[in-house]
T-cell receptor, first 116, second 112 residues
Framework: GAVVSQHPSWVICKSGTSVKIECRSL??????MFWYRQFPKQSLMLMAT?????????EQGVEKDKFLINHASLTLSTLTVTSAHPEDSSFYIC????????????FGPGTRLTVL | QKEVEQDPGPLSVPEGAIVSLNCTYS??????FMWYRQYSRKGPELLMY????GNKEDGRFTAQVDKSSKYISLFIRDSQPSDSATYLC????????????FGKGMKLTVNP
């Protein structure tokens, strides 16, 4: 149980286009989902916290107008990278916390974004 | 100073060796500590979770936390080639289901 999926697993796009990444909790409801970014040989850095039905909370230095997050249901959160540029190329990973008393968040397999 | 410092390695050991992975942290507000394992191009998976000083054992894995020195460790006994992965330490102020701060990750290779 506690499976989180991401789609797509990899995407290549041209500079200036927008890319949407989906994060789904497959067998549980997730009140909270997190979006992380991981550059090569670097650690995961939290970008934003997404709560179902409310606006996402962004970490310092993350542009909310560039990284649009929508958490419309208890099983789906989306991250849209708007007007992507090569410096946005990274590994984007989401995680989801089951509703209720859990001390764990479950990570998706990640999405590799390459902006040409 | 980064909140979580972790030597990124890489570390290469022979099969059967005891592996020691370490992290230090600077903010005493963080009370929950985790070790994650990440295979290449995959998301992290939780290995160990602890919120108190001392040792916690799970099979071949032992997590150790020393809050007085702000030092956390993961020991792997009888290491196997399948243990080859990147190991990340993480901490949280409010629990494993809340916002996590990760170390840089240590890439471990266990050679058969």
């Amino acid at each position: 149980g506690a499976v989180v999926s991401q789609h797509p697993s990899w995407v290549i796009c041209k500079s200036g286009t927008s890319v949407k990444i989906e994060c789904r909790s497959l067998d549980f409801q997730a009140t909270t989902m997190f979006w992380y970014r991981q550059f090569p040989k670097q650690s995961l850095m939290l970008m934003a916290t997404s709560n179902e039905g409310s606006k996402a909370t962004y970490e310092q230095g993350v542009e909310k107008d560039k990284f649009l997050i929508n958490h419309a249901s208890l099983t789906l959160s989306t991250l849209t990278v708007t007007s992507a540029h090569p410096e946005d190329s990274s590994f984007y990973i989401c995680s989801a916390t089951p509703s209720g008393a859990y001390n764990e968040q479950f990570f998706g397999p990640g999405t590799r974004l390459t902006v040409l | 100073q980064k909140e979580v410092e972790q030597d990124p390695g890489p570390l290469s050991v022979p099969e059967g060796a005891i592996v020691s992975l370490n992290c230090t942290y600077s903010n005493s507000a963080f009370q929950y500590f985790m070790w994650y394992r990440q295979y290449s191009r995959k998301g992290p998976e939780l290995l160990m979770y602890t919120y108190s000083s001392g040792n916690k054992e799970d099979g071949r894995f032992t997590a150790q936390v020393d809050k007085s020195s702000k030092y956390i460790s993961l020991f792997i006994r009888d290491s196997q080639p399948s243990d080859s992965a990147t190991y990340l330490c993480a901490k949280s102020a409010q629990g494993g289901s809340e916002k996590l701060v990760f170390g840089k990750g240590m890439k471990l290779t266990v050679n058969p």
